[in-house]
């Protein structure tokens, strides 16, 4: 197959190429999926790529690993991390390096965050030196804060050891609101909205950002809150944590609801997931409504997921209709498939049925 594959592309049948890739795929053929979009990808047509195809482009590695997350497939999600990595995205091994670490598989993230952090990724060195702290093996975590330090030309942070006991000394913004405000004026939303924030983050251990977070006081609020919404979105996914970011959003920031929405997916809590989704395109992010629609498709939705490609369509999204379109090759596909096996299975079952003869099965044939 490969040859005649090579043979095609060198003639520029780049379309035939795919197919004969896509009919090995079908019929379990290795990495043959893979191969499929390769000649797309050779020839610049990146966005005639299936979905469920291999590109082997770092961003479309980490958007499946990141699926294959979503979906609590914790091995499928290294894999396709470390697939990622090999392309030459630094982030996959910080991501995967976070994902064990959530799963309380601490042992496996120290060894990928000292991955990420042996290519250079100062946040990967903070959090190896954090880890190791919590694990006990305090002279590594310190030297890797020193590190740290080199690379990033931050001020060192206090050893991980050490460094809940002031933080929660510090007091929280609103407290400090309330000890400067003028008698009788109550503390500003702003400044208890922010505090919550802090806690979130103390409560998820991310007490680098919470720190951060309180060293921002001479920054206006509304950029602090912003930087607040940030690091929930990208670090804390409880429920407290989207809560907070919805809050946020009641306040008219427009970025907020994309990332409530986000954060909703992200929880498995679809429905809910969709009424934001569907807030973040009433306030003008028509992106919202593609994103929409790919997380239906991802969870087998179909009509659920085409409704929303359609919408996103007649909003004036260009790729919406592309999109559609290979969604439903993709399920078309699967049903042929699905089809095709069911008949086999059926002619399996027929030719191992015993022979009926006289209509006796296995009798004797009449007249002997």
């Not at 060198?10 to 290795?30: I, S, Y």
């Not at 919404?229 to 944590?241: K, Q």
Request: glycine share 8%.
């Amino acid at each position: 197959m490969r040859k005649a594959a090579e043979v095609r592309e060198a003639t520029g049948r780049t379309d035939e190429t795919v197919v004969g890739w896509e009919q090995g795929g079908a019929v379990g053929e290795e990495l043959a999926w893979q191969e499929a979009a390769a000649p797309f990808a050779r020839h610049g047509q990146c966005w005639e790529q299936p979905r469920f195809a291999y590109l082997g482009d770092p961003q479309t590695l980490r958007e499946r690993a990141e699926q294959c997350e979503r979906d609590r497939d914790v091995a499928g999600a290294l894999h396709w991390y470390r697939e990622a990595a090999g392309a030459g995205s630094e982030a996959a091994l910080f991501q995967a390096a976070d994902m064990l670490e959530r799963n309380g598989d601490r042992v496996r993230a120290v060894h990928w965050y000292e991955l990420a952090a042996r290519r250079g990724d100062v946040y990967a060195m903070r959090e190896l030196g954090r880890l190791l702290a919590d694990l006990g093996r305090t002279r590594e975590s310190a030297a890797w804060h020193r590190v740290a330090v080199r690379a990033g030309g931050r001020p060192e942070l206090p050893e991980p050891v050490r460094v809940v006991e002031p933080l929660d000394r510090r007091p929280a913004p609103a407290a400090e609101a309330v000890a400067t405000r003028p008698a009788g004026q109550s503390a500003p939303a702003d400044a208890a909205l922010l505090a919550a924030a802090v806690e979130l983050l103390k409560d998820g251990g991310r007490y680098f950002e919470a720190d951060l977070l309180l060293r921002s006081a001479n920054r206006p609020e509304p950029e602090q809150l912003r930087e607040a919404s940030r690091m929930l979105y990208d670090s804390v996914t409880s429920d407290g944590a989207i809560e907070w970011v919805q809050r946020f959003a009641d306040t008219g920031d427009r970025q907020a609801v994309r990332e409530a929405a986000e954060m909703l997916e992200n929880r498995g809590r679809t429905e809910e997931a969709l009424d934001w989704y569907a807030r973040a395109a009433a306030d003008g992010d028509r992106d919202a409504l593609v994103a929409a629609a790919r997380m239906l498709a991802d969870r087998r939705q179909v009509q659920h997921a085409l409704d929303w490609y359609r919408r996103a369509a007649e909003a004036g999204v260009q790729t919406a209709e592309r999109e559609a379109s290979m969604f439903r090759q993709q399920v078309d596909a699967a049903e042929e498939r699905a089809l095709r096996r069911r008949r086999e299975r059926e002619q399996r079952a027929l030719a191992a049925a015993p022979t009926e003869v006289g209509g006796v099965p296995g009798g004797p044939v009449p007249g002997r």
